[in-house]
């Protein structure tokens, strides 16, 4: 049955989504050896010519990380989630660059505000910080109206980038309780995880975090300090074939 569903593959020389389904219903047996079939079966399609070697090792790596990742989209017929799309170390700088050049150019009226600022760190993560003066009222959680548009702009370069891990993170000021402060940057932070899902940003890449006020950018003892420290960021992290668990860790 697995040659006769790898051999399917060959022959279309595409994705099937009866193969890749097929894949879940093999659930019983372990995840590594149906990996060591498939590459078996694979290979043996390589020997008579109908698949080249660089499509036997796309198609090994897209279904092996399919059946790691264990999920599927059954709407598009092919899976999703951190290990399916990984993208190759030489490809990041590139994948990364393109992102970065998008998010700019979506949020340019935004960053001309001064209400979202890109930047890059020094792993390739990139950084939005999200002011709070136009995204939250004060001691809400509720995103504001006038921000939807905004971060519509953002879901949607997200969307384009599934190679991309989604870090958001909440902070506030050091007015209020230390456990109040740090409830509020959580539910801050799990508000805009939850509009940008919505907009079509896939769950299972995003991670949210809440710290609270121990992470100031500013000094607490003045006005403007405190509006800067009142902020959520989201961290955009790639993906990256063999060190998938990396672009999960938190990057604060």
Avoid at 50 to 67: E, L, P, W
Avoid at 85 to 105: F, P, T
Avoid at 146 to 162: C, E, H, R
């Amino acid at each position: 049955m697995v040659c006769g569903a790898v051999q399917d593959w060959c022959a279309t020389k595409a994705y099937s989504p009866s193969l890749l389904k097929w894949v879940i219903i093999m659930n019983s047996f372990k995840k590594i050896a149906l990996v060591a079939v498939l590459t078996t079966g694979l290979s043996a399609c390589a020997t008579d010519g109908s698949i080249n070697r660089t499509q036997t090792g796309a198609a090994v790596g897209a279904v092996a990380g399919a059946i790691l990742g264990h999920q599927v989209d059954d709407d598009k017929g092919r899976y999703v989630g951190a290990i399916a799309g990984a993208i190759a170390g030489s490809a990041v700088g590139k994948y990364m660059d393109e992102q970065q050049e998008e998010l700019e150019a979506q949020l340019r009226r935004e960053q001309a505000a001064d209400e979202i600022q890109i930047s890059r760190l020094a792993d390739n993560t990139l950084k939005l910080d999200l002011s709070s003066e136009v995204s939250f009222d004060v001691n809400s959680a509720r995103i504001n109206r006038g921000f939807y548009q905004s971060l519509n702009k953002v879901a949607s370069v997200l969307a384009d980038y599934p190679s991309t891990a989604v870090h958001i993170v909440g902070h506030t000021d050091s007015t209020g309780a230390d456990a109040y402060n740090h409830e509020l940057s959580l539910k801050r932070a799990t508000s805009v995880k939850g509009y940008l899902t919505r907009q079509g940003v896939d769950e299972p890449r995003t991670r949210t975090d809440g710290r609270g006020e121990t992470a100031p950018v500013a000094s607490n003892a003045t006005s403007d300090g405190r509006s800067r420290n009142r902020r959520v960021e989201i961290f955009l992290k790639p993906i990256v074939e063999g060190r998938e668990a990396s672009a999960f860790r938190s990057p604060v």
